[in-house]
């Protein structure tokens, strides 16, 4: 037993899941680490302010390219031949560059019309820094994908720690020195650097050979399809985790229930982070083999079990001493909400374990429509749900209607996968 378990992790290291897998949950910790000292180190108005700014920059983010970054991790995993990978290569980053600029163009023109609430004034000239973030941003994942999709595991880890512990002293640094200004001029700053540092080695490495024709019309097309429904996916998937909180700010005008329900979802809501880690090293071999049947149907029930056991593990566990470490966490007054947080694990399970999984392996696969249009009829069923039982049930409602909603979405995505299997 000792010498298999010996095997396994020897052969976990030299194919970099290890790193992957420890690299996730450190740059996790980190992030998460940086946030709490960079709270301290601001006024509360100040972190709001911050925060106003950051979330308006995350709904901008979700259009970066039009979603050309995802196209890295299909396109230069299927093409063999170095000649196409350098011609994909080159469409998506100079398209990546063109439609991330006109983006930030009209961040800023925009950001100039816009009536903000009082205390949020600031807030005009702040938008058009973050504004300058995205191209540098999108360049950063454009990076880590050439990586992840040339299967270097071990240098994808190593970097992404590295531009995460970079942020976050950068966001200490900058809130010591500047407040808002210098967190979001690091943010700037560090992603220029670590971008374009990492697009020359990276063409250096890769693609350091003569030019190359245009990408043909036809792979432009399928390219920009591919991208466009990712987009909408990542888009539908940022709406769904916002319309719980929102509809139960709006049906029941409770704001110390809304913060209960979102104290509740903190300790699930970083569940994903064990499915996100075993979905970034095994994506691109999916890609890889995806016209092999006999491989895809084996490796997929390995790595559905895998991500079934561990994410159910950590639930069951977090469930079983949830009053001891919300008491901990957040003190006796939130201890009211063990319940409310065992039915949040039950749905973060289910999101996880079971759909995360599968829809991973569809993008991964070419298939990302499925995602798109069953994360549409999720965000449709989510809001009927919770229409109807927020107004009966409470916060509670928001809990069940996301056990609901994620149990139809992983038997959907499910009986997609095996239609594919079967073709």
């Known amino acids: 037993m000792v010498e298999v378990l010996k095997q396994n992790l020897k052969k976990l290291y030299s194919t970099g899941a290890l790193h992957v897998t420890i690299g996730t949950f450190a740059t996790k910790f980190v992030a998460f680490f940086g946030s709490i000292v960079v709270v301290r180190l601001l006024t509360k108005t100040e972190y709001g302010l911050m925060s106003y700014v950051e979330n308006i920059y995350s709904y901008a983010l979700i259009f970066a390219a039009l979603g050309l970054s995802n196209a890295i991790l299909r396109y230069l995993v299927i093409v063999e031949n170095q000649y196409e990978k350098k011609q994909y290569f080159g469409y998506i980053m100079k398209h990546s560059v063109i439609r991330n600029i006109i983006i930030m163009i009209i961040i800023c023109f925009v950001s100039q019309f816009i009536k903000y609430p009082d205390n949020y004034a600031d807030a005009k000239y702040l938008l058009p820094i973050v504004a300058l973030l995205l191209p540098f941003q999108d360049l950063v994942n454009d990076d880590l994908y050439t990586l992840r999709s040339f299967f270097e595991n071990k240098l994808y880890a190593y970097v992404s720690f590295l531009v995460s512990i970079t942020l976050i002293l950068g966001r200490i640094l900058g809130a010591v020195c500047d407040g808002v200004n210098g967190v979001l001029w690091s943010r700037v700053i560090i992603n220029f650097l ?3 540092l990492g697009y020359i080695f990276i063409k250096r490495k890769y693609f350091c050979e003569g030019k190359v024709d245009r990408l043909p019309r036809k792979s432009r097309k399928l390219v920009n399809i591919y991208s466009f429904q990712y987009m909408i996916t990542n888009g539908f998937w940022a709406l769904f985790m916002l319309n719980d909180t929102f509809l139960l700010g709006l049906l029941l005008n409770d704001p110390s229930g809304l913060a209960e329900y979102k104290v509740a979802c903190v300790l699930p809501g970083n569940i994903s982070i064990f499915a996100t880690a075993i979905g970034v090293f095994v994506a691109p071999y999916f890609t890889k083999n995806e016209q092999n049947s006999n491989w895809v149907k084996s490796n997929f029930k390995k790595v559905y079990l895998l991500s079934v056991g561990t994410v159910g593990a950590v639930s069951l566990g977090i469930g079983a001493f949830a009053t001891p470490l919300i008491e901990f966490m957040y003190g006796e ?24 999984t599968t829809a991973n392996i569809l993008a991964a696969m070419g298939k990302v429509k499925y995602n798109m249009i069953i994360s549409g009829i999720g965000i ?14 409470g916060i509670i409602a928001g809990a069940l209607s996301n056990c609901i909603v994620f149990t139809i979405m992983s038997i959907l995505l499910m009986c997609v996968y095996k239609n594919i299997l079967q073709e």
């Open 380 to 393: 449709i069923v989510q809001i009927i749900l919770d229409i109807i039982l927020i107004p009966r049930l």
């Open 194 to 196: 670590f971008g374009t």
């Open 333 to 356: 007054q939130y201890l009211n909400i063990v319940g409310l947080m065992r039915v949040l694990l039950l749905a973060a399970f289910i999101n996880s374990g079971l759909r995360y």
